[in-house]
């Protein structure tokens, strides 16, 4: 999952809040301060399908499944 580094960067742990309420203990598996983005990894099984995030107003979700 792709996220402003702003967001995640002093943050001691990263949880992610899905659609359907489910939080995800999130690991930051990279960042660059530079073009203020991070990469994280969420815990979900193979066969999961599509994963449904919450949209904050304004702005536009940025994801990036990686299996």
């Given at each position: 999952m792709?996220?402003?580094?702003?967001?995640?960067?002093?943050?001691?742990?990263v949880?992610?809040?899905l659609r359907d309420n489910?939080?995800?203990?999130a690991e930051t598996v990279g960042k660059d301060?530079?073009?203020d983005i991070a990469l994280l990894?969420?815990?979900?099984?193979?066969?999961a399908g599509p994963i449904a995030l919450n949209i904050i107003r304004g702005e536009t979700p940025m994801v990036?499944?990686?299996?």
């Open positions: 792709l996220t402003a580094n702003h967001v995640v960067d002093r943050a001691d742990e949880w992610v809040t489910r939080r995800l203990k301060r530079g073009t990894r969420i815990p979900v099984a193979a066969n990036v499944i990686l299996r």
